[in-house]
């Protein structure tokens, strides 16, 4: 029987056949189902294990004292995230919603840390944890977990695995995978002709999240982290819907072929800013494939990939602005696409030209797809935020009042008024520090329904690194947010602030 001995043997058989006799829920409190989850070949992290089993396993009331103990003791944030995320990816594997959206939050909580004063650094991280460990046991922790050891098998590029994934055979996909293991840069970019079979926000943001996380984790888990993508894909091929399907599938292709986007070097050309809003405008109003078009004759044309994601990325901060929804906090339009368009720049920049040009034009068409959502139809027809009644109830133009007004907008869930005082403190030329702080201390505070440290890292990055005439529509947006998930308390955030001796 090879290296097992005969009372092993006996051990997983009589454990087996008591647990098929008593029942799962049975077999679990007699600790049945924990012996057969530890006698499948388990995905473990070398040094990195103690830490990752730590924050998988601990129950959840203990959770907040051991992480405080943990950084007393040295343990530091970065540690401490990369230790969730590997857990996160062992226990989810990608096919979680929770789970993927917890995945989601790691790298921008832990971006939010390094702004905050020192005493309140760790809450972000803290918050970020508490959820992730909470939905692990929710899940079923050790006894459900779904990235298992792999060996790579077979041959093939990008093209293989995405053909695999379609045929539902995820087993072999994962097998020619698992052949790029050794090269992170590889695996980003075999990744993506499975990616681009379709748009949608999680799904693009399952490739982008885990890659962003590497330079917290390591390199030497990128294959860890990106074949997560592989299961998300496959769960959604067995339940897709064919309309977020149809069009990547053929019109991508079409327009590679027709504009040579292959066959060239990515151009350089940029625009001034009355050409930047005018794309801007054209990309708002153009059906799906006429985004994608828009966006691959500029390619083709020689304009820079920043240029026209830039475009996109202001053609999507409207969708926030203009929404006639109560709600613009969590799973919307608008947040939706804004993160999403912001993922694909990120892949494009850090993948091959090919995969760079591909993943403009899919920006386009992902942005005016979710745009054109049969229940928010007339998106193009609504005003956008803050509209004429609202801003007239703003009448001071000093920044500190400005700023004590904004905080109490928002804690009044007014979302007028609230994006009315923000873009009037803009107009002031005033620092951006003390309300990007401020929206800050909300997102920590708040549940923000999954996406408030996704979102408030979409909207930072791109105010920074917009133009100033644009900019502060970033922010504007995020005042929104901010007002709509307000009243939303953060699960466990007392408890943080109690054990780092903060005031609440």
């Given at each position: 029987?090879n290296?097992?001995t005969?009372?092993?043997?006996?051990?997983?058989?009589?454990?087996?056949?008591?647990?098929?006799?008593?029942g799962?829920?049975?077999a679990?409190?007699l600790?049945?189902?924990?012996?057969?989850?530890?006698?499948?070949?388990?995905l473990?992290?070398?040094?990195?294990?103690?830490?990752?089993s730590?924050?998988?396993?601990?129950?959840?009331?203990k959770?907040q004292?051991?992480?405080v103990?943990?950084l007393?003791?040295?343990t530091?944030?970065?540690?401490?995230?990369?230790?969730?995320a590997?857990?996160?990816?062992r226990?989810?594997?990608g096919e979680?919603?929770?789970?993927?959206?917890?995945?989601?939050?790691?790298?921008?909580?832990?971006?939010?840390?390094q702004?905050?004063?020192?005493?309140?650094r760790?809450?972000p991280?803290?918050?970020?944890?508490?959820?992730?460990?909470?939905?692990?046991?929710?899940?079923?922790?050790?006894?459900?977990?779904?990235?298992?050891?792999?060996?790579?098998?077979?041959?093939?590029?990008g093209?293989?695995?995405?053909d695999?994934?379609?045929?539902?055979?995820?087993?072999?996909?994962?097998?020619?995978?698992?052949?790029?293991?050794?090269?992170?840069?590889?695996?980003?970019?075999q990744a993506?002709?499975?990616?681009r079979?379709?748009?949608?926000v999680h799904?693009?943001?399952?490739?982008?999240?885990?890659?962003?996380?590497?330079d917290?984790?390591?390199?030497?888990h990128?294959?860890?982290?990106?074949?997560?993508s592989?299961?998300?894909?496959?769960v959604?091929?067995?339940?897709?819907k064919?309309d977020?399907?149809?069009?990547?599938?053929?019109v991508?292709?079409?327009?590679?072929?027709?504009?040579?986007?292959?066959?060239?070097?990515?151009?350089?050309?940029?625009f001034?800013?009355?050409?930047?809003?005018?794309?801007?405008?054209e990309?708002f109003?153009a059906a799906?494939?006429?985004?994608?078009?828009?966006?691959?004759?500029?390619l083709?044309?020689?304009?820079s990939p920043?240029?026209?994601?830039?475009?996109?990325?202001l053609?999507?901060?409207?969708?926030?602005?203009?929404?006639?929804?109560?709600?613009?906090?969590?799973?919307?339009?608008?947040v939706?696409?804004?993160?999403?368009?912001?993922?694909w720049?990120?892949?494009?920049?850090a993948?091959?030209?090919?995969?760079?040009?591909a993943?403009?034009?899919?920006?386009?068409?992902?942005?005016?797809f979710?745009?054109?959502?049969?229940?928010?139809?007339?998106?193009?027809?609504?005003?956008?935020?803050?509209?004429?009644?609202a801003?007239?109830?703003?009448?001071?133009?000093?920044?500190?009042?400005?700023?004590?007004?904004?905080?109490?907008?928002i804690?009044?869930?007014?979302?007028?008024l609230?994006?009315?005082?923000?873009?009037?403190?803009?107009?002031?030329g005033?620092?951006?520090?003390?309300?990007?702080a401020?929206?800050?201390?909300?997102?920590?505070?708040?549940?923000?329904?999954?996406h408030?440290?996704?979102?408030?890292?979409?909207?930072?990055?791109?105010?920074?690194?917009?133009?100033?005439?644009?900019?502060?529509?970033?922010?504007?947006?995020?005042?929104?947010?901010a007002?709509?998930?307000?009243?939303?308390?953060?699960?466990?955030?007392?408890?943080?602030?109690?054990?780092?001796?903060?005031?609440?």
């Amino acid at each position: 029987m090879n290296a097992q001995t005969r009372r092993d043997f006996l051990r997983r058989v009589g454990a087996g056949a008591v647990a098929a006799g008593v029942g799962s829920g049975l077999a679990s409190d007699l600790g049945l189902s924990k012996v057969l989850a530890q006698d499948e070949p388990r995905l473990t992290f070398g040094a990195m294990e103690p830490l990752v089993s730590l924050l998988q396993e601990t129950p959840i009331a203990k959770l907040q004292p051991m992480l405080v103990n943990k950084l007393r003791e040295g343990t530091t944030l970065k540690e401490l995230t990369a230790a969730a995320a590997l857990a996160n990816a062992r226990t989810f594997g990608g096919e979680d919603y929770i789970g993927f959206h917890s995945m989601f939050a790691f790298k921008p909580a832990y971006q939010m840390a390094q702004d905050l004063p020192e005493e309140r650094r760790a809450l972000p991280v803290l918050k970020a944890l508490y959820r992730n460990t909470e939905r692990i046991h929710a899940f079923g922790g050790r006894a459900k977990e779904v990235l298992r050891p792999v060996e790579a098998s077979g041959s093939g590029d990008g093209e293989a695995v995405r053909d695999d994934i379609r045929g539902k055979d995820l087993k072999s996909a994962e097998a020619k995978y698992a052949a790029f293991r050794r090269d992170p840069a590889a695996l980003l970019n075999q990744a993506q002709a499975a990616l681009r079979d379709s748009t949608e926000v999680h799904r693009v943001n399952m490739v982008y999240r885990a890659w962003g996380l590497l330079d917290l984790v390591g390199l030497e888990h990128a294959h860890t982290l990106l074949r997560q993508s592989l299961h998300y894909f496959a769960v959604a091929e067995k339940n897709q819907k064919m309309d977020h399907f149809n069009g990547p599938r053929t019109v991508l292709p079409k327009l590679i072929d027709q504009h040579k986007l292959f066959e060239k070097p990515l151009g350089t050309k940029t625009f001034d800013d009355a050409r930047l809003e005018a794309v801007s405008v054209e990309l708002f109003q153009a059906a799906p494939e006429r985004a994608a078009e828009i966006a691959a004759a500029l390619l083709a044309e020689g304009t820079s990939p920043d240029a026209i994601h830039e475009a996109i990325g202001l053609a999507a901060n409207q969708l926030v602005l203009r929404d006639e929804n109560k709600q613009a906090h969590g799973a919307t339009v608008g947040v939706h696409a804004c993160d999403a368009v912001n993922a694909w720049k990120h892949i494009g920049a850090a993948s091959d030209a090919k995969n760079a040009a591909a993943a403009v034009v899919m920006a386009a068409w992902n942005f005016a797809f979710d745009r054109d959502n049969p229940a928010r139809n007339k998106m193009k027809e609504w005003e956008a935020y803050p509209r004429a009644d609202a801003r007239e109830r703003v009448k001071s133009s000093d920044p500190a009042e400005l700023l004590r007004e904004l905080d109490g907008a928002i804690r009044a869930k007014d979302q007028a008024l609230a994006t009315a005082v923000a873009q009037r403190y803009g107009s002031l030329g005033a620092p951006e520090s003390p309300v990007l702080a401020l929206y800050r201390g909300f997102v920590v505070s708040q549940n923000g329904s999954l996406h408030g440290e996704k979102f408030f890292g979409t909207v930072s990055e791109e105010f920074a690194r917009g133009r100033t005439p644009f900019r502060w529509r970033q922010l504007v947006a995020m005042a929104r947010f901010a007002a709509s998930m307000y009243g939303e308390p953060t699960p466990g955030y007392e408890e943080a602030t109690r054990l780092l001796g903060l005031p609440s």
